[in-house]
């Protein structure tokens, strides 16, 4: 499949077959670049191969920046894989909650049972604005988990 | 090598870019070395260098300078490898999970800003041989099975298959 000159038997197809429908069921792309082989071995009677694959997900696909084989020969019978992950030029914005369609009544129950980290009689400034920033965490966490995410678009904005 | 430990200081280009390497060692200490020492001709040194068949002695793999190595523990001569650079162990978790077999190995990489700070979950490699090519993969050889906190979030995996 990485090498589109070669010519597949029955029998390799279905041996590759095996492989490869595993990995897209899942799904994984292949980041192979076809027609760029991985193997070559030294004597002359053995075809160049693509042994090598390189499978990604589909989340982490657009991340993919380039696989390429810029390495010389290291002496070895396989090609070295160079594969650069880089930040897409529009990423999605980070998943925001729904705050419309939360779930108030659920909310309600579960700040009935939420309480306050303890808090000592005497404590220093520190001690205090740590104690405030755990409790906001908590509350804001409560919040969060009973709201559903938007369904953003990488042309949302940001907020 | 202190031209790529230069070039790891700077966090903006640790962060832009993000190289893997993989390649197939066949045992040889004269292939691993010429592979670390031809990072050189690349615009970043890789953060990531996933190998099949590493080199060892008795066992124990090569090292190589700025980067840690990891491999299913002894007994028996390990098929894959992992270098990390020593910079993304520092700036990242990194968690490597070792299976029953010796040609398997899964790497967890979790950032709490996320990869690229985006809103993502671990990167995780995988790197895996087969010794049996009529053997065929199953699901148990996919990453999600192997790190509990990937199974909810399965967004940033590699999957390496060389048969």
Redesign the interface.
Known sequence: MADPLRSLSHREYT?SA??LD??FD?P?HL?NTLGVYTRFLFDTISRLSV???????S??SP?V?SWDT???S?????V????????PAI?????TPHWALLDWSLVKGAMIDFSFPLCLARVSVNALARWFDISSIQLTTLMTSHAPSRHLCPHSKLW | MENLLTRFTDSQAFF???????????G?W??FL??FH??T??P?P?LIVAI?NPPSRRFVLLTFLGFISLAPPPPGRSCVAIYIAHSLNLHLSCTTVFHDTLEIIYEDIFSPE????????P?GLSRYTSSQ??A????Q??PKMFSPSCTLT??????????
């Open positions: 041996l095996q492989y595993t990995a899942a994984y980041l042994l090598d694959l390189t499978l990604a997900n989340s982490l991340f920046s810029p390495i010389p290291t002496g070895s019978d396989h070295p894989i160079v594969i650069t992950l880089q930040p990423m999605p914005p980070p998943p | 832009q870019s993000f190289p893997i390497v993989l390649h197939n060692c066949s040889s004269g292939i010429s592979l031809s990072f001709v690349l970043y890789p099949q996320g990869l690229f700070r985006s809103p993502t979950a990167l090519p009529t065929p993969p199953t699901v050889y996919l399965l967004s940033q995996v590699i999957l390496t298959f060389t048969t």
